[in-house]
T-cell receptor, first 114, second 116 residues
Framework: KAGVTQTPRYLIKTRGQQVTLSCSPI?????VSWYQQTPGQGLQFLFE???????NKGNFPGRFSGRQFSNSRSEMNVSTLELGDSALYLC?????????????FGPGTRLTVT | AQKITQTQPGMFVQEKEAVTLDCTYD???????LFWYKQPSSGEMIFLIY??????QNATEGRYSLNFQKARKSANLVISASQLGDSAMYFC?????????????FGAGTRLFVKA
């Protein structure tokens, strides 16, 4: 069974640009969550999508957005990139949303903003 | 508000010995889940063990056990018989169970070094 895949794995962008990251969940999983990991702030929840609907959102500015497609694949977009957006972006998938469902994480996309 | 605190930035342990990684939490929710994840240098988060707030017994998964003390709001991870491959970052996490969706909060993490 294939795990969670994230593309691209590494990305370098310039301030002011926008970026789109992709996450393909495990087959059969309908929930996809996104997290940002930085040395200063640690792991922070961005948002969760379940059946193409955003279920939860963390405390991030509107520059961070996401969506989920009918095949459960998810994308997150960051517009007007800032240096502080440099981070490892992790996505996690789960069969259902919430409860004791286990989340399976992908390898992450490492974004560097210069 | 929910909060997870991991007070050990780094820990050393000798191979084959046991090690305890500390985690305390704060929440007013009666129904919550506590999780431990391992993050090797590759970056991928690996689920290790789960403890529900209503679970009577401490969770165990192979060499991992969770020392859950509800009154003290602590959920320490115990790794028995440490192996070199256990060297990694370890994160304690929590989320509410009585609301829909995932909004997991994580502690700052503990870096574990296993010495040969």
């Amino acid at each position: 069974k294939a795990g969670v895949t994230q593309t691209p794995r590494y990305l370098i962008k310039t301030r002011g640009q926008q970026v789109t990251l992709s996450c393909s969940p495990i087959s059969g999983h309908r929930s996809v969550s996104w997290y940002q990991q930085t040395p200063g702030q640690g792991l922070q929840f961005l948002f969760e999508y379940f059946s193409e609907t955003q279920r939860n959102k963390g405390n991030f500015p509107g520059r961070f957005s996401g969506r989920q497609f009918s095949n459960s694949r998810s994308e997150m977009n960051v517009s007007t990139l800032e240096l502080g957006d440099s981070a490892l972006y992790l996505c996690a998938s789960s069969r259902t949303s919430g409860g004791i469902s286990e989340q399976y994480f992908g390898p992450g996309t490492r974004l560097t903003v210069t | 508000a929910q909060k997870i605190t991991q007070t050990q930035p780094g820990m050393f342990v000798q191979e084959k010995e046991a090690v305890t990684l500390d985690c305390t939490y704060d929440t007013s929710d009666p129904s919550y889940g506590l999780f431990w994840y391992k993050q090797p240098s590759s970056g991928e988060m690996i689920f290790l063990i789960y403890q529900g707030s209503y679970d009577q017994q401490n969770a165990t998964e192979g060499r991992y056990s969770l020392n859950f003390q509800k009154a003290r709001k602590s959920a320490n991870l115990v790794i028995s018989a440490s192996q070199l491959g256990d060297s990694a970052m370890y994160f304690c996490a929590m989320r509410r169970l009585n609301t829909g969706g995932f909004k997991t909060i994580f502690g700052a993490g503990t870096r574990l070094f296993v010495k040969a």
